[in-house]
């Protein structure tokens, strides 16, 4: 399934795995690339010498091209911006701020660059500094979010922008992929659906709060400080959207969630701790390997596009 986004990353189809904190790490990224797609390695907060790490032991996994996202907020920014380039890696993305200082670094050691967008207004400056694609992703997605749908991000982005859009938030299924096409993206970013397959190292908890979850099962934490994320709703995310109903602080919220997405992902803690997930984990309803879940992501986008055609 060849789109400007396969033949820019090499990859065989245009589906490329969200950078999830404590999720996406080595094991995940090199089955998602084996399986033809664009793995991603999450690095989050972590130092630079733990993403040389992981770099390195995808490589051993994998000689497909796979990636690294970078939060650019992170105090080990920096650090990683040069260990991707040192390491090799083929692709980029990035959020939680501007990679226009490390696109030099990075285009001469051959990187392709896509940082996440939730506007226009940033995708637009996203072009202007020399990314080569760009990741418009929706509020349904997990985790930290913006406001706009991918319904109308994506088409208002891929209308506004000469390089090529994924399409992320809310997709977990073939019918997903084509619509994203319809709206004017060349690949898709799927992070929900990729937690529940066996290569993922997440506790078994998290993945089965994944597939039981239903379509109502997401809450929006933090609003009113600015800083939305979505989660599954448990324990935690009832005391949270109290005490935020009740006018908490912004400190007295951020202790009750400090360290919950690690609880939820390593130590299977699905009551108090931070079960992020997109909507879409009501599409999701078993484990499977990575390479079967691309194959059923492909058969089901090519029956969907031929049925429309006819």
């Known amino acids: 399934m060849e789109t400007k986004i396969t033949k820019l990353l090499g990859i065989q189809y245009p589906v490329i795995q969200g950078g999830m ?5 080595y094991h995940l990224a090199a089955a998602v690339s084996e399986a033809g797609g664009l793995g991603i390695i999450g690095a989050s907060n972590a130092p630079g010498e733990w993403v040389r790490e992981q770099v390195r032991e995808a490589k051993r996994l994998t000689d ?11 105090p080990y920014a920096d650090d990683v911006a040069k260990v991707v380039a040192e390491e090799g890696v083929k692709v980029v993305t990035t959020g939680a701020g501007n990679p226009e200082k490390y696109m030099a670094m990075w285009k001469e050691a051959g990187i392709r660059v896509m940082p996440v967008v939730a506007s226009v207004a940033l995708a637009r400056r996203m072009e202007r500094c020399g990314a080569d694609a760009v990741i418009a992703e929706g509020t349904e997605s997990g985790g930290h979010i913006g406001e706009l749908t991918t319904m109308v991000l994506v088409p208002q982005v891929a209308d506004a922008v000469n390089i090529p859009v994924v399409a992320a938030g809310g997709i977990a299924d073939g019918r997903g992929i084509a ?10 970013q799927m992070g929900t659906r990729f937690i529940a397959t066996d290569e993922c190292t997440a506790h078994e908890n998290y993945k089965n709060s994944v597939i039981k979850a239903k379509d109502i099962d997401t809450r929006v934490t933090g609003r009113s400080t600015g800083h939305p994320v979505r989660v599954l709703r448990n324990q935690m995310t009832a005391e949270y959207l109290k005490m935020e109903a009740e006018g908490a602080t912004f400190e007295e919220l951020e202790k009750m969630t400090l360290g919950g997405l690690r609880r939820a992902v390593v130590d299977g803690d699905v009551k108090t701790g931070s079960l992020m997930s997109g909507q879409s984990a009501g599409l999701v309803k078993e484990k499977k390997s990575c390479a079967e879940v691309m194959q ?15």
């Open 296 to 310: 059923e992501l492909m058969s089901q986008t090519e029956e969907v596009l031929a049925a429309k055609a006819r």
């Open 179 to 188: 619509a994203a096409f319809m709206l004017g993206a060349e690949a898709v």
């Open 21 to 25: 904190a404590w999720v996406a790490e």
């Open 64 to 74: 497909k091209p796979f990636g690294v996202n970078i939060m650019l907020m992170s």
